[in-house]
């Protein structure tokens, strides 16, 4: 038996972490480095991979129906837009952000 586990076992019950993120925060770095890293990592680790494969099958959309027309920065924010559709946006933002970039030809009216 390791001495983290024993310490998990000395435990109470009601106190003894549940999730990767609590436990984190009960190892004690210099007593325990390799379980801290360990947890640090399982703790930054996705519970599915439904988010990755999302993304992924979106880009093979986009490309697919865009192939070579539209240049890099154009295609990430494709599908940004795409991923992210969920998330609100007016169109007094959309003409406030636009407004702040400068012009490549200016008008003269």
Not at 19 to 37: A, V, W
Not at 63 to 70: A, E
Not at 77 to 90: C, K, P
Request: net charge positive; aromatic share 6%; proline share 5%.
């Amino acid at each position: 038996m390791t001495m983290w586990h024993r310490h998990c076992l000395n435990m109470s019950k009601d106190k003894r972490p549940r999730t990767f993120i609590e436990t984190l925060n009960n190892c004690n770095f210099p007593l325990y480095p390799s379980i801290h890293t360990f947890l640090q990592i399982g703790a930054t680790l996705p519970v599915s991979v439904a988010t990755s494969e999302r993304s992924i099958s979106c880009l093979r959309r986009l490309k697919t129906y865009l192939r070579n027309k539209t240049g890099e920065g154009r295609l990430n924010g494709l599908m940004l837009l795409n991923l992210y559709r969920d998330v609100e946006v007016t169109c007094e933002q959309v003409i406030d952000i636009m407004a702040k970039k400068p012009r490549r030809i200016d008008l003269v009216l």
